[in-house]
């Protein structure tokens, strides 16, 4: 039934989040640049969807959080569909089972919407931000706020990328030399992968503190990469939410 309404699913999206702007890593997303800072500094807006929906998360990943609230992106869905070799690194990856995935979002259908994390970055952070996410792409979005009214400006998204268009931006000697050591033969869309279970309780607990709607919103609009959703997952994985990170990454990944 999962595989029968993931097929359905994709069929039925029609480029929805299509008129979305594909950003240039190159230009650190300068067209999004607001002089709306404190003193004046610019800022860039960002969109948050896994751990950043908690703002302790935020707070220690930026050097700068202004503005942090919830609100909803339309027409995408986040799924858990690529290795992220920080779990490697810090041994949280379970190879044996495939349970290494981190998470991204992909457009989604009309009816498809996320509630995620929204808030302002110093401009000048933007080069850090690429990094930390280089194998993802950026995309221009107009969030909502959580009462249904438009944000006024645009943010940034990470959206969902390939290992092709990793070697494009970044050459393959690096993708080699970051990827290659690990043997695990794609970073995006290898087959049979499922959620990295820290990871994915790190961000349901982020969720949940997060209120309700967001907490049904991780549920059910975040789904593993065969097509099931992380609610059925979860009620399959129960242990997962029991399980306590490694003690010394406990509060990284604490929600």
């Keep these: 039934m999962d595989s029968l309404a993931g097929s359905r699913r994709r069929e039925a999206r029609r480029g929805a989040g299509s008129a979305d702007k594909i950003l240039d890593r190159n230009s650190n997303f300068r067209e999004l640049w607001r002089p709306e800072g404190e003193e004046g500094e610019a800022v860039v807006g960002v969109v948050g969807y896994g751990s950043l929906l908690s703002e302790r998360s935020a707070l220690s990943t930026f050097d700068s959080v202004e ?14 569909k690529h290795v992220a070799p920080i779990f490697l690194e810090r041994g949280i990856a379970i190879r044996e089972t495939m349970e290494m995935a981190s998470l991204s979002v992909e457009e989604g259908c009309d009816e498809d919407a996320i509630v995620v994390s929204l808030f302002d970055m110093k401009a000048s952070e933007v080069p850090a931000f690429i990094s930390r996410e280089e194998e993802y792409r950026f995309v221009a979005v107009t969030p ?36 290659g050591k690990y043997n695990i033969g794609r970073v995006w869309d290898l087959p049979g992968i499922l959620p990295c279970p820290v990871y994915l309780r ?32 979860l009620k399959e994985r129960q242990d997962i939410l029991t399980t306590l990170p490694p003690e010394h990454l406990r509060e990284r990944y604490g929600g």
């Design 67 to 80: 503005n942090f609230r919830l609100g909803i992106v339309r027409g995408y869905r986040r799924v858990f």
């Design 144 to 179: 909502e706020e959580l009462d249904g009214s438009p944000s006024p400006s645009q943010h940034v998204m990470c959206l969902c990328s390939s290992d092709e268009d990793f070697i494009r931006n970044y050459g393959e000697p690096y993708y080699n030399e970051r990827y």
């Design 202 to 233: 790190h961000c349901t607990i982020a969720a949940e503190a997060a209120g309700e709607k967001c907490h049904e919103s991780f549920l059910d609009s975040t789904f593993i990469a065969s097509g099931r959703s992380i609610r059925r997952y």
